[in-house]
């Protein structure tokens, strides 16, 4: 039976953490505040915003929505992210994206400053991530793998390390934040020849597929570790990851569960980005 890597465990943890972070931030004078920018009412996106405003309050940290409608203009979403950028009392933004395909999405991720950009989605912030400078934030799911391998003490150092997946959003990043941890990464994609090969020789399994249960016992050994980033939905609405956990659990050391893993901890990291973000803005001065 492998070890489950329960989120709810490593969100207390930050929450223990975070919690005398912002009381410190307060008697300063300083309210950390999150700004949520959405286009349009996408099922997903308003159930997120839900859950990052209830961690929010949770924290103590305020939260001012900017919500437009469906038929809003790039101009007038440019013009948002502008007034935001230029006020000083917002620490950090979440961005809604995919945004309306009429909308140039380049042209609007570089229109946020990358010190308010806590989800990694400007080039700036990323940048940060491959240079290991810290200019802005990497993305939160990402950085929500670290922080579960973090808590668990689970050793990076040294350690050989496989991506399935290569997207800004988690594969990416998430190899860079490996590298930085002295792991030895290895990518994998949809044109990696005879995958399973590869991932059976990890300590470390980061599972991105974007796609249900693509990982089955024939990907993994004994004694890993299983991160499953996926979130996927079965024809009668049940929650799964990219792994097959049923087929996998048995075999591997420990393994994240779909849902209570990585989603658990993302809206926390998020959070504590913003913090962070404002403790930055009282160093700027």
Same mark, same amino acid.
């Given at each position: 039976?492998?070890?489950?890597? +329960?989120?709810?465990? =490593?969100?207390?943890?930050?929450?223990?953490?975070?919690?005398?972070?912002?009381?410190?931030? +307060?008697? +300063?004078?300083?309210? &950390?505040?999150?700004?949520?920018?959405?286009?349009?009412?996408?099922?997903?996106?308003? %159930?997120?915003?839900?859950?990052?405003?209830?961690?929010?309050?949770?924290?103590?940290?305020?939260?001012?929505?900017?919500?437009?409608?469906?038929?809003?203009t790039?101009a007038?979403?440019?013009?948002?992210?502008?007034? $935001?950028?230029?006020?000083?009392?917002i620490?950090?933004?979440?961005?809604?994206?995919?945004?309306?395909?009429?909308?140039?999405?380049?042209?609007?991720?570089a229109?946020?400053?990358?010190?308010?950009?806590?989800?990694? /989605?400007?080039?700036?912030s990323l940048?940060?991530?491959?240079?290991?400078?810290?200019?802005?934030?990497?993305?939160?799911?990402?950085?929500?793998?670290?922080? $579960?391998l973090?808590?668990?003490?689970? &050793? =990076?150092?040294?350690?050989?390390?496989?991506?399935?997946?290569?997207?800004?959003?988690?594969? +990416?990043? =998430?190899?860079?934040?490996l590298?930085q941890?002295?792991?030895t990464v290895?990518?994998?994609?949809?044109?990696?020849?005879?995958?399973?090969?590869?991932?059976?020789?990890?300590? /470390?399994? $980061?599972?991105?597929?974007?796609?249900?249960?693509?990982?089955?016992?024939?990907?993994?050994?004994?004694?890993?570790?299983?991160?499953?980033?996926?979130?996927?939905?079965?024809?009668?609405?049940?929650?799964?990851?990219?792994a097959?956990?049923? %087929?996998?659990?048995? /075999?591997?050391?420990?393994?994240?569960?779909?849902?209570?893993?990585?989603?658990?901890?993302?809206?926390? =990291?998020?959070?504590a980005?913003?913090?962070?973000?404002?403790?930055?803005? $009282?160093?700027?001065?």
């Amino acid at each position: 039976m492998a070890r489950i890597l +329960k989120g709810a465990e =490593v969100v207390s943890a930050l929450h223990a953490q975070l919690t005398p972070q912002v009381e410190a931030l +307060k008697a +300063k004078g300083v309210l &950390p505040t999150l700004a949520i920018v959405r286009v349009g009412a996408r099922q997903d996106d308003v %159930a997120y915003e839900k859950g990052a405003t209830k961690r929010a309050e949770t924290l103590g940290v305020a939260v001012r929505t900017f919500l437009l409608d469906e038929g809003a203009t790039q101009a007038e979403l440019l013009a948002t992210i502008q007034a $935001i950028n230029a006020d000083d009392a917002i620490h950090g933004v979440l961005l809604f994206r995919p945004l309306p395909k009429r909308m140039d999405d380049e042209s609007v991720r570089a229109a946020l400053l990358p010190e308010k950009d806590i989800d990694g /989605i400007t080039d700036g912030s990323l940048a940060g991530v491959f240079t290991g400078t810290r200019r802005g934030f990497p993305p939160c799911t990402a950085q929500a793998c670290m922080e $579960i391998l973090n808590y668990y003490r689970i &050793p =990076v150092s040294g350690r050989n390390a496989v991506v399935i997946g290569r997207s800004l959003v988690v594969g +990416k990043p =998430v190899a860079m934040m490996l590298l930085q941890q002295n792991a030895t990464v290895t990518v994998c994609h949809t044109k990696t020849q005879d995958m399973p090969s590869v991932t059976k020789q990890a300590d /470390i399994l $980061i599972v991105a597929a974007g796609r249900a249960g693509v990982v089955g016992a024939d990907y993994v050994s004994a004694g890993q570790t299983v991160i499953d980033v996926g979130i996927n939905f079965t024809p009668e609405g049940a929650m799964v990851g990219d792994a097959d956990f049923a %087929a996998i659990e048995p /075999i591997v050391g420990a393994i994240t569960p779909v849902p209570g893993g990585v989603g658990t901890v993302t809206t926390t =990291v998020l959070i504590a980005h913003v913090i962070e973000a404002a403790q930055r803005s $009282i160093k700027r001065g």
